[in-house]
DNA sequence: CATGAATGAGGTTTCATTCAT
DNA sequence: TATGAATGAAACCTCATTCAT
């Protein structure tokens, strides 16, 4: 839980989450396009219109603009589907989960394949920490499901593992879109996974679901 | 379709792919362990017991050994599943089809890991042949599902992307075990999947299933 | 003899040489533990609770600091052995001479060889400035032992560089003390040298003083 | 004792050699003209007609070339003292060891000052090594001493500080150049240190020679 | 007087690839 | 066929110094 550490020269806080942002900016570009290693320092701090002496002073490495970065992805990811468990009703909120998270996940489409890529160049304790970040999406989709079984409308026997799996499956709409978007829009995959996760929860809901929509 | 040329000096092609089965074996070990960029030719050369220069003879660049190594384990997952259609009984093929692709996965996981992080690091060409492996694999649960369909076994709207979770569901097993190892065994992993799958397909079989174990 | 000029935007003499003293202070255990080279302004500035513009402020260049803080060290080191002229008896003065000048290189030990590493760094002007410091240390040694030659208590050929040679014994114990501190105290080391220097001034005690003490 | 290992992507060892040799070549002058951290290793590399990348193939980093090269002059200045403690009769055996050694560190005399200066670039064990050299000669000059005290013909108490102290003085002629050179020729300076040497031994032969040359 | 953000040249080292042997 | 020496561009990162505030 404790927060990753990045060297500063700064401690003008403000100046230098400012400046952070000004060169994660940069990178995301250079990043999505080129990869991670086939981005040099130089390039990133041409496109954030800093120097790489300055770069250098509000960062300790390159390998921390790949964590800053994904970082800042992932919260932006999550932060679609925050307060969704408040809802009362445990189909509607999952439904709406799948819904919210899918098209967070299509909206950060190009960082979702990315972390998947380049979280190996992070050290252990940064993975870690993105990891959390993960779990507490996970986190959410669980307790909608718990409250689900607990009121008898899902019959889940793995709840943990369930909502990790909705989580993949949203980022399969990212990570195999090679194959998704020549035949699926987002709204129709959306409609598709959600039947298959309500069915799979074992909701009555799932079959209505499936009636009026006709794929493809 | 059509093959990826790889560049090579020799006309033998049997010592061909010897030298490169040698290439790739040398070059596994440490592109699992380090990365594909982290990995330089010269390791190669050491590892697999040949000299940078012979590399240079039966390859035409570090990129043609990322890709026939990709292919190579791609290929080879694929394999434990091939024949899986034949079986008469829908349901009871895909049972089998998870369970076999589970084990799969799990054998060659460090390898599906590195595919979903490196394959960005090869040509459009490269790539494009490699989702071709993957989609011969979706065919097979593919015609699974059919057949079932078919037998009005299996209610599944959409038969291909159905297909594609189920792959992807495996993939999952080797992309998240830092999740997943922490909380499953494999065979519960796999039990659980089996079951989400079955539901999900709308077959009565689930339902059984789902009684005897407990997970965890 | 001209004084080395160093750049400050100060008039104020006092603070300047207040600040300059804090500067130096701050860059000694920086210096002699990790070297000139491998010293960084910010470093040294953190270290004297100063910022980097402040101690521009002071000093011309980081070759300044190097400057100051050798000169202070020599001139430290010569103050041990200032006034043994005086003495009247050259056979008592020059053994005085040799153990007080032991004793501060001995306590300077680690600014005596850093003198000798790092020297090399300043300019032409500098390093001569330091050299006539050096030079009068060698002065008081050669009045000592001309004295002693007018009274025909020493025999010494050449009094300057006899003078010089004793500066560079004492300068040994420090440069030569991954193998001296093996092998001999400081209490040791002072004796034999004593007895050596004395000897080699073809003065009489030198063979008195040689029975009691047994070396090592 | 045991060896520095270098690095090398080389096997043969003929060839090793010979460009090693070529670099620390080129290295030399760059090393004695600007020091150890002003030279670049790009400077090198064209100094030895190599490129940068050459260079690494036959070392792993700069600082093997500086401790190649130091322990190269070592062993040279060395070697010209070899073999003296063959000579029977002890004061003719010192009086030539002072002679070979001041001449020799004259012909070396940049090589003899950079080590002293340098050396604190090199790790432990290189540095460690390195003493050792200087040890080997410490061991010839006190060889001719005890064997001297074993004649009676010298009164030394400790042979090993009086075979170091001899080093030095040595030493003393390279690296206090700015200022003996200026009062004295290398022969004075031998013939005077002789006079020291040996009459600090206790050795007849010191008056004797002390009569005839009258230094300056 | 005091600060520290900004600079950009230059440091060492690595590496895929070629080609003469 | 096989070798491995050679290349040189480019990688990441540091640092003394300046100057606007």
Redesign the interface.
């Known amino acids: 839980m404790a927060q990753v550490k990045i060297r500063t020269?700064s401690k003008e806080k403000q100046l230098v989450n400012e400046r952070r942002q000004q060169i994660t900016k940069g990178a995301l570009h250079l990043f999505l396009k080129n990869?991670y290693?086939q981005t040099s320092v130089r390039q990133i701090a041409e496109a954030s219109g800093m120097s790489v002496g300055s770069i250098y002073h509000y960062i300790g490495s390159k390998e921390d603009i790949l964590y800053l970065l994904i970082e800042e992805g992932l919260e932006k990811t999550l932060s679609s589907i925050r307060g969704l468990q408040e809802i009362a009703d445990p189909v509607e909120a999952l439904s709406k989960a799948v819904d919210k998270w899918n098209r967070s996940i299509d909206e950060f489409q190009d960082m979702t394949v990315f972390a998947?890529?380049?979280m190996?160049?992070l050290n252990h304790e940064m993975?870690t920490r993105l990891?959390e970040i993960?779990?507490r999406a996970a986190a959410i989709f669980e307790r909608i499901l718990s409250e689900g079984v607990r009121q008898d409308k899902f019959?889940v026997?793995?709840v943990?593992?369930?909502a990790?799996?909705m989580l993949?499956?949203g980022h399969?709409w990212a990570?195999?879109r090679?194959?998704?978007r020549r035949?699926?829009t987002l709204e129709q995959?959306i409609q598709?996974?959600k039947?298959?996760?309500l069915?799979?929860a074992?909701t009555a809901k799932a079959q209505e679901d499936?009636t009026p929509?006709?794929?493809?």
């Open positions: 020269y990869g290693h998947y890529q380049e190996r160049n993975r990891q993960d779990m019959h026997e793995n943990k593992l369930f990790h799996t993949v499956l399969m990570f195999r090679w194959f998704l035949h699926y995959y598709l996974q039947q298959l996760i069915s799979a074992g499936s929509s006709k794929g493809r």
